[in-house]
């Protein structure tokens, strides 16, 4: 388990406030989940470890943080930005999805969206990023891009409406606590 001053722990903390426990809502597309971690990622998981498939409400810590940690910290390339912008690209990938993390970010550094990341990217954010007040600013352009598509997402899709309020609420928490 990590140590709980590092970044990443940072991050699972604000993350895990919001994705509670076990939750099956016939309304969410993610369908059965547990502290956030859905059916179908967990049975990947499980699986290419070699170990039997079983119930998201037996996840454990060791695995809810390995599967955290590789699957969404390290996958959307959160290791190699800075805090407040790590916590809120994790917290993304966490409730949308890593490309999807990745490519907001892509749209809002100018570069082809396509959901991962290389060099390029990384060069942009690199070049975007050399003062604190730059990593704040552009948390707080990617909160706002996290906000609009998720008004677009329930206009488009009228059966997730019911998500709005409880996302608009995780975005503002998430901008107090990247003090954006």
């Known amino acids: 388990m990590p140590s709980s001053d590092t970044p990443f722990s940072q991050a699972l903390t604000f993350t895990l406030k919001w994705e509670g426990g076990y ?10 989940t547990m ?8 049975d990947a998981w499980r699986t290419k470890q070699g170990l039997p498939i079983r119930s998201v409400k037996d996840i454990e810590a060791t ?34 999805g890593k490309d999807r ?17 290389g060099p390029q990217s990384q060069a942009a954010l690199d070049a975007a990023t050399t003062t604190a007040e730059d990593i704040s600013g552009l948390t707080e352009d990617y909160i706002d891009l996290r906000d609009s598509f998720y008004h677009k997402l329930a206009l488009a899709k009228p059966r997730l409406a019911v998500f709005l309020k409880g996302w608009l ?3 503002a928490a998430l901008r107090k606590t990247c003090g954006v």
């Open 23 to 32: 939750s099956n809502n016939v309304a969410d597309p993610g369908g059965e």
């Open 101 to 117: 993390a990745i490519r907001h970010l892509q749209r809002i550094l100018c570069v082809h969206d396509d959901g991962i990341w």
């Open 169 to 171: 609420r995780r975005t």
């Open 63 to 96: 695995e809810l943080h390995s599967i955290y940690y590789n699957g969404y910290w390290l996958a959307s390339a959160c290791d190699k930005m800075e805090p407040p912008l790590s916590t809120a690209v994790f917290d993304t990938a966490v409730n949308m």
């Open 35 to 42: 502290m956030g971690v859905t059916k179908k990622v967990y």
